[in-house]
């Protein structure tokens, strides 16, 4: 039996706890916020998951050296924001080649690195490996049928963490391309945020196919630029994510999207929806990447704009479908000269 401790104690961490309990893992989860703990102790279940019933047999800890000297496999699955500052609480504790799993998505706005290598870089005795597609703790902890890719620098751990995860309602498949599955599943909630400005401003789904089309070659542009594998790019952790993203309403990101789209404002939205959306703290982050890599982005930098620099999102759209006509694929040769 496999002895796990989730580092975090939000609705994705206990989406993953339930998860790994069925396959019969030994379960601890550690989270920061004694309250949230409480709460789950004494009610056996989440605010943000209603009507899922967190067993007994998973052990809550508020004792941060407890819980990672304990495991064998870490799952770091905390806001992206604490990712770093937690990482490095944890790094005394951590052992030599100990499993870090990242289940978050973001970039850091300061440093442009991603999750995996904030950790690296906070715990560089970690064989740090990330799990990532579309993947909604809502339905995870409904048994809803899933699918997900983890990656890892090696073939051993991604196949371990491949058998400690994969389920009948949980196919996991694996992949060495790191880079690729974390840029996927930090910058497809940059787009989301954008397709729920489309749904709060009334438009339709040609407007949504258009952005979830057009903000995937955004991100595949940039992610091989970056040296991320276009498979990777169109696989699970990208296009997959992508997808559910902006159309779920489990999404936090489309979901302030909607209500900056309905009027609010960045920090109107972001109260409103009472969690970490994530694209919010990854839209900087991304606009910089297009910047450095010297990759045109314009949606990326129309929401970056509606975010931070107050432009109404109607005008955002309006300039967006009036930029300069350009070819779809300018690789495709014409069959005629």
């Given at each position: 039996m496999a002895r796990v401790s989730i580092i975090g104690a939000g609705t994705w961490a206990l989406g993953i706890a339930l998860l790994l309990h069925r396959n019969g893992a030994e379960v601890t989860m550690w989270s920061a916020l004694?309250?949230?703990?409480?709460?789950?102790?004494?009610?056996?279940?989440?605010?943000?998951?209603?009507?899922?019933?967190?067993?007994?047999e998973i052990i809550l800890e508020s004792d941060l050296e407890s819980a990672v000297e304990s495991a064998e496999v870490l799952v770091m699955a905390v806001a992206s924001i604490y990712t770093r500052q937690t990482a490095a609480k944890m790094a005394p504790y951590v052992k030599n080649g100990?499993?870090?799993?990242?289940?978050?998505?973001?970039?850091?706005?300061?440093?442009?690195?991603?999750?995996?290598?904030?950790?690296?870089?906070?715990?560089?005795?970690?064989?740090?490996?990330?799990?990532?597609?579309?993947?909604?703790?809502?339905?995870?902890?409904?048994?809803?049928?899933?699918?997900?890719?983890?990656?890892?620098?090696?073939?051993?751990?991604?196949?371990?963490?491949?058998?400690?995860?994969?389920?009948?309602?949980?196919?996991?498949?694996?992949?060495?391309?790191i880079r690729g599955i974390?840029?996927?599943g930090a910058l497809k909630n940059v787009i989301a945020l954008a397709a729920g400005v489309a749904d709060g401003l009334g438009y339709?789904?040609?407007?949504?196919?258009?952005?979830?089309?057009?903000?995937?070659?955004?991100?595949?542009?940039?992610?091989?630029?970056?040296?991320?594998?276009?498979?990777t790019l169109y696989g699970l952790s990208g296009i997959g994510d992508l997808i559910v993203t902006c159309a779920s309403v489990h999404s936090r990101n489309r979901k302030a999207g909607v209500l900056i789209g309905q009027g609010k404002t960045m920090a109107e939205a972001m109260a409103e929806v009472k969690m970490v959306v994530e694209g919010v703290y990854s839209a900087k982050a991304a606009k910089a990447l297009a910047d450095k890599y010297y990759i045109h982005m314009p949606i990326v930098e129309e929401i970056n704009k509606v975010l931070f620099e107050g432009k109404p999102a109607s005008e955002a759209v309006r300039d967006l479908m009036l930029r300069d006509k350009r070819i779809e694929s300018p690789v495709l040769p014409w069959p005629r000269a």
């Amino acid at each position: 039996m496999a002895r796990v401790s989730i580092i975090g104690a939000g609705t994705w961490a206990l989406g993953i706890a339930l998860l790994l309990h069925r396959n019969g893992a030994e379960v601890t989860m550690w989270s920061a916020l004694e309250d949230e703990l409480q709460m789950i102790r004494e009610k056996h279940e989440h605010k943000n998951l209603p009507g899922v019933t967190i067993p007994e047999e998973i052990i809550l800890e508020s004792d941060l050296e407890s819980a990672v000297e304990s495991a064998e496999v870490l799952v770091m699955a905390v806001a992206s924001i604490y990712t770093r500052q937690t990482a490095a609480k944890m790094a005394p504790y951590v052992k030599n080649g100990q499993i870090i799993v990242d289940v978050a998505k973001g970039i850091e706005e300061k440093t442009l690195m991603t999750l995996s290598e904030q950790i690296q870089e906070e715990i560089p005795q970690a064989n740090v490996a990330v799990l990532s597609g579309p993947s909604h703790a809502e339905e995870v902890s409904r048994q809803i049928p899933t699918t997900c890719v983890v990656g890892a620098f090696d073939q051993k751990t991604a196949e371990f963490l491949q058998n400690l995860f994969m389920s009948e309602e949980f196919r996991v498949y694996t992949s060495p391309d790191i880079r690729g599955i974390e840029l996927g599943g930090a910058l497809k909630n940059v787009i989301a945020l954008a397709a729920g400005v489309a749904d709060g401003l009334g438009y339709g789904d040609n407007s949504k196919a258009a952005l979830i089309t057009r903000g995937m070659a955004e991100i595949a542009r940039l992610g091989v630029a970056m040296g991320a594998h276009p498979e990777t790019l169109y696989g699970l952790s990208g296009i997959g994510d992508l997808i559910v993203t902006c159309a779920s309403v489990h999404s936090r990101n489309r979901k302030a999207g909607v209500l900056i789209g309905q009027g609010k404002t960045m920090a109107e939205a972001m109260a409103e929806v009472k969690m970490v959306v994530e694209g919010v703290y990854s839209a900087k982050a991304a606009k910089a990447l297009a910047d450095k890599y010297y990759i045109h982005m314009p949606i990326v930098e129309e929401i970056n704009k509606v975010l931070f620099e107050g432009k109404p999102a109607s005008e955002a759209v309006r300039d967006l479908m009036l930029r300069d006509k350009r070819i779809e694929s300018p690789v495709l040769p014409w069959p005629r000269a």
